[in-house]
């Protein structure tokens, strides 16, 4: 990446900021996704609480430990993700949303679900 300083006064120096701030943006855009995942993942974890308390012959029950059992990935994966360690492949997500008893289609309708006011107060 060129330096700023060498380009003071110039269309490059527009072009040099312009870029900067594209990928600035970009990693903004990718912890935003990440934090929508996170969050999306724990309101099906609890979900899935909720629902348990209401059925008794629930087998799934939500820990990581039998989270990572049913989805046969690592107890630490599970947790680094869910508490936003890592950012989760895709078959490590469908993994573990299939391993909480949810589907993809679940998981979509809580990751749409999130505001803004989610976001912060994750952030907090």
């Known amino acids: ?18 870029i ?14 990440k934090i929508k995942i996170i969050i999306s993942l724990r309101k099906l974890l609890e ?9 008794i ?16 990935i690592r107890k630490a994966t599970v947790n680094d993700t869910l508490n ?13 949303v299939g391993a909480l008893g949810f589907t993809m289609a679940d998981f979509g309708e809580a990751y749409d679900s999130i505001t803004d006011k989610d976001i912060r107060e994750y952030l907090k």
């Open 84 to 96: 936003g360690n890592t950012s989760p492949t895709a078959i490590t997500l469908i993994s573990i």
């Open 20 to 33: 900067k701030l594209l990928i600035a943006l970009v990693k903004t855009e990718d912890d935003i996704n």
């Open 57 to 72: 012959d629930n087998k799934i029950i939500y820990s990581y430990h039998t989270i990572s059992t049913n989805a046969l």
């Open 47 to 55: 979900r899935g609480k909720n629902l348990q308390k209401n059925v």
């Open 1 to 18: 990446m060129p330096n700023i300083q060498q380009n003071i006064g110039t269309a490059k120096r527009t072009d040099i900021l312009f």
